[in-house]
């Protein structure tokens, strides 16, 4: 595991994308969120699509499409996120259909991908959430294999909603080094220490969501 004192605060701020995805977050806390983001230095915020649009200086905007379940119909996350590109996301996090994965199913979790990489085209970044947790690693394997394949730029752990679990870095690890530097990974759910956030990025993180980004930074020096 990687030390958590052999990165800095502004290093692993620029890998953050500051988080606020409860269904229960009001305008004020996303306002909330934006400056708090700007004033600890990281590289985004993610907030639901029906907070679109927010005005986020300086800041990457990311929202997430089929969120949290993955089981909407390809066509809705598409539109959801061609949505959301209209209304000023630069990046879509989508879930895939995580019971199609369990069961070797990757040619419709390719056409899930492809319909929504169509559908924002090369104006967003698109990560992949795989959920992990819930897949065991051939699984995890086909699936990155496949988000490639549809043109992914990032595939990522969790969404964090899942009762399986969030991040972890048997899983971070597998990704890297499935996609081997062609695609970013991004850990995501559950990471709320330093020595997590540190661990993550040792496995092969390159991008790190969190909602707990002030409690993480804290712990690295300046």
């Known amino acids: 595991m990687a030390d958590s004192a052999s ?10 994308d500051h988080t606020l995805l409860a269904p229960e977050a009001t305008p004020a ?16 915020i993610c907030v639901s699509p029906s907070m679109l649009p927010v005005r986020a200086p300086g800041l990457v905007v990311a929202t997430v499409a089929g969120f949290p379940s993955g089981k909407h119909h390809s066509l809705v996350k598409g539109a959801e996120a061609r949505l959301a590109v209209n209304q000023g996301a630069a990046e879509v996090d989508m879930v895939i259909d995580v019971g199609a994965a369990r069961t070797g199913d990757y040619t419709a979790v390719l056409a899930d991908i492809v319909t929504v990489r169509e559908a924002v085209g090369d104006r967003a970044l698109l990560k992949v959430i795989i959920e992990s947790a819930a897949l ?15 043109g992914a730029d990032f595939v990522k752990t969790s969404t964090g909603f899942h009762p399986a679990g969030g991040a972890g870095a048997h899983a971070v690890r597998l990704m890297a080094e499935t996609v081997g530097g062609r695609l970013g990974v991004k850990a995501s ?10 661990e993550m990025i040792a496995a092969g993180a390159t991008r790190l969501g969190l909602s707990k980004s002030r409690d993480v930074l804290d712990g690295f020096p300046a």
């Open 7 to 16: 990165l800095t605060r502004s290093e692993v701020a620029a890998m953050i």
């Open 29 to 44: 806390e996303v306002a909330a969120l934006v400056e708090e983001a700007r004033g600890l230095g990281v590289l985004a």
């Open 136 to 150: 065991p690693d051939q699984a995890i394997v086909e699936v990155c294999r496949v988000a490639e394949r549809a």
């Open 189 to 198: 759910g559950g990471i709320r220490t330093a020595a997590a956030a540190a």
